[in-house]
């Protein structure tokens, strides 16, 4: 039986560590990408003015309605599943409702950001250029309860990408203060984990910083035991993972016979055969130490591996042979 587990970080340090940590990343993080330091929003995300101590709750007025609504959406964004009874309750207070008709931008590709969002009704396209001059790229259509524009108030970055609304929307927002204060640190201990392992996986290394960043806030992590069976032959494939600790491998099962084709490790990936051509699994995959994996539902890799899609496809024949019926 296969035995799963959510693990969780258990590093903890002070707030200005976090700080200086969170500085440095963002100094990486701009190197990398060739962009230049915005001193004056970076003076207002670590300077004296988001020092916890100096913090005031904000309260927007809302309906009941309202709250249950902004509640039943949070539960289901990843942002804030580290937040505690009390956290969640000063962040419901300062959340404030907005409407959009079909049509309206929300966010634009390399604005400044204030505020994230959190779908509660309606569809929103999102748009990416991800080279200077090349027509931009749609990646996905955000649905009631997913999340977006983090990524401006987390890491200090001009927003990575277009939202408009496809349909009439209403959304909830929430302010800098408030996220920096009460959500940072949980998504920025996530992000800084799992970014810098994701820049060693061979498959991700050309993509851009912040592209990976995105990955990272995806991600969920499942521990197997040796003999563990990860993936099964015939099973329908909706997941799509990346080894962060131990050795797999990929067996076929023929005439009851089950026979050995390929051989995984740390950073390694497998499951996209799958959700590339929409075809049950292929193969099994089976643990052969203990195992941590990270992974990706089908909606998170149609809308985040979209610059490596070609790659992956490219590298699909480096063991399609083994696997074909």
Known sequence: MIQKKVLSSSDESSEDEHVE???DKQKLIQAKANKPTRTSVSAEVYGQFNKKGQYQ???VNKSEDAIKRIKQRMSQAFMFSALDEHELAI??????????KAGDFVIKQGDDGDVLYVVDQGQLDCFKVFKKGEPEKHLKVYQPG???GELALLYNVPRAATIKAKTDAICFSLDRETFNHIVKDAAAKKREKYEEFLSKVELLKDMDPYERLQIADALKVEKFNKKDYIIRQGE???TFYFIQKGDCIATKTENGTEKEVYSYKVGDYFGELALIKHEPRAANIVAQSEVIVVYLDSDSF??????VDE???RNMSRYEKYVKK
Do not use: C, H, T, Y
Not at 91 to 100: G, N, P, Q
Not at 302 to 307: A, F, K, V
């Open 21 to 23: 940590e969170l500085q």
């Open 57 to 59: 709750a904000k309260k």
């Open 91 to 100: 962040v419901i207070d300062a959340m404030e409702e907005k409407k959009f």
């Open 146 to 148: 997913e999340s977006f």
């Open 236 to 238: 329908q494939g909706n």
């Open 302 to 307: 149609r809308r985040l591996i979209g610059p």
């Open 311 to 313: 790659i992956l496809k």
